[in-house]
């Protein structure tokens, strides 16, 4: 790195001239100071300050996926930088034990002042929510609509060309179809698989016909379970019946897609397998750390507001609780548990499939 005769002041280094004197108390400026206003304030600013880090971090995860071929030697970067995420969305959740020091009681000083305000229009969030797959036509009806009536138009534009942008879940499919080694050479796993998956669940039902403690009831109910077990495994083989649970909204990832992140799951021990099953975590833990962040944010709203509309127009509660269920990106990965096997009962996979996916090395060393 070159060396600068300049001097680096701290404070002008981060601006704290332009951070410190962005706190603009509304109550002050009606002549009745509110306390917490400025608690609000600050906890706001520092989750905007956060989101930028997380949609900077996303961005150059995107810009690895966002090409034909993903480099090995550019995952770590990509778990490095998912992590940071986890880590950051970690405090997030956190800072709302902070701003649940204020009472109901002591944010009705300046609610009304805030109207029509509201953390929808957070631009950044939405940034956040897009890139990682979360499309328009993905949210609740009262979500789509507030794009129109509570947006500026320029915001709104930014956000329209985002959407036109390939998402992380979008780029994730398409790395996870590139995956070779279900089909190699005369091996194809998903045979062996579905054969495995018949003998398991063969088993299951004769510990349930041979169970003498069950009622001839409760045997054909829990056989009923286990058939209705089977035609779901059958449904994830056959692309077919695949692809028609996708248009119901069942999947998002393609049929090859979901297979692979299975397979990367069934054998995430293989040493070439476990970093894409570290990345497919990771993807998890954001997503789940989103929603417990929505979740804890709607309990806050309730506790704040009860039953009142939000400053923004919303429902409140109810609407921030509907965008918890909905605003879910990789809910296939959460979902692949369902068709794991017990490592006992893995199809043991062929030698060469074995070396290619380990470190596996030939000829001899030369001093």
Request: aromatic share 12%.
């Amino acid at each position: 790195m070159a060396a600068r005769n300049k001097q680096v002041y701290y404070g002008e280094y981060l601006q704290l001239d332009k951070i410190l004197a962005a706190q603009q108390l509304e109550s002050e400026l009606v002549g009745k100071p509110a306390h917490d206003e400025m608690l609000f304030i600050i906890t706001h600013q520092a989750y905007e300050l956060w989101f930028k880090q997380i949609v900077f971090e996303l961005r150059s995860v995107i810009n690895v996926f966002d090409d034909p071929v993903v480099e090995d030697k550019k995952m770590g970067v990509v778990l490095h930088r998912l992590a940071r995420i986890k880590s950051i969305q970690r405090l997030l959740v956190q800072q709302i034990d902070i701003i649940q020091t204020m009472t109901p009681l002591d944010f009705l000083e300046f609610r009304d002042l805030l109207v029509p305000a509201s953390g929808f229009q957070s631009i950044q969030f939405k940034q956040i929510e897009i890139m990682l797959g979360i499309k328009r036509h993905d949210r609740i009806p009262p979500d789509r609509e507030f794009f129109h009536s509570r947006l500026k138009d320029e915001d709104r534009e930014t956000l329209d060309r985002l959407e036109d942008q390939p998402s992380l879940l979008q780029l994730t499919d398409q790395w996870l179809q590139r995956m070779p080694f279900m089909k190699y050479g005369n091996f194809d796993f998903w045979t062996v698989y579905a054969e495995a998956v018949e003998k398991m669940l063969r088993s299951d039902m004769e510990i349930i016909q041979s169970n003498p403690t069950l009622t001839d009831r409760e045997k054909e109910f829990q056989l009923a379970g286990a058939e209705a077990t089977r035609l779901r495994f059958l449904s994830l083989l056959r692309k077919d019946d695949f692809e028609e649970l996708r248009k119901a909204g069942e999947f998002r990832l393609s049929h090859h897609g979901f297979l692979a992140a299975l397979f990367i799951h069934l054998y995430r021990d293989e040493p070439m397998l476990y970093s894409p099953f570290r990345y497919l975590t990771l993807l998890v833990d954001i997503d789940e750390l989103f929603t417990t962040w929505r979740q804890r944010h709607a309990i806050m709203v309730q506790r704040m507001l009860g039953t009142k509309i939000g400053t923004g127009g919303s429902s409140g509660h109810d609407y921030l609780s509907q965008t918890t269920r909905q605003n879910r990106v990789f809910l296939d990965l959460f979902n692949l548990s369902t068709y794991l096997l017990p490592r006992a009962d893995l199809p043991v996979l062929p030698d060469e499939i074995r070396k290619v996916l380990g470190f596996f090395f030939s000829g001899h060393h030369q001093d």
